[in-house]
């Protein structure tokens, strides 16, 4: 096959990817030496090879995790010849992993985007729930604010009142 760009072509190979079931990772890029134009590019399953790399930066054990790796050899090669023209010198279609079906247009949804999804969905749940739980703390609040008012106004009558029967209570004690 022959593309008139690089761009064409991994455009063409993220197309087959989506309807066949796989997600493409970019693998390499060669580059000319005289100025630095890309002269060819792998594109290639994302299951292509394994994850070996145990360490940290540090050099401290790393948890294991599951890998998507799977050792797969789906690839495709393409190479830009004298014309300028894009053309597939290596293409492997075989996959040692089962292919899963496209979700929709826009392409796969993987165990890791799944995964995503449900937690963004979780979320915002939680987001409602506190906004509810927040407009309920805040009609708390106003109706203690309101009954401290209340109160408080209560409190003042009463001592008040205190005053005034204390000043009669003075008063008539001075009268006798």
Request: net charge positive.
């Amino acid at each position: 096959m022959e593309f008139d760009s690089e761009d064409a072509a991994r455009e063409f190979y993220l197309e087959y990817a989506k309807r066949t079931g796989f997600v493409v990772r970019v693998m390499q890029r060669r580059r000319s030496g005289l100025d630095g134009r890309t002269l060819a590019r792998r594109f290639g399953c994302n299951k292509q090879g394994f994850s070996l790399n145990q360490r940290g930066a540090n050099g401290s054990e790393k948890k294991p995790r599951p890998s998507a790796r799977e050792g797969c050899n789906a690839t495709i090669l393409v190479k830009m010849e004298r014309s300028g023209k894009w053309v597939v010198t290596r293409f492997v279609k075989d996959h040692n992993h089962p292919l899963a079906a496209a979700t929709n247009g826009f392409g796969m949804t993987g165990d890791k985007d799944k995964r995503i999804e449900e937690l963004r969905s979780e979320i915002e749940h939680q987001d409602r729930l506190c906004e509810g739980y927040r407009e309920q703390l805040l009609s708390f609040l106003n109706n203690v604010e309101q009954q401290n008012e209340e109160l408080s106004l209560k409190v003042l009558v009463v001592v008040e009142n205190i005053r005034k029967l204390e000043s009669e209570m003075l008063m008539h004690s001075r009268h006798r």
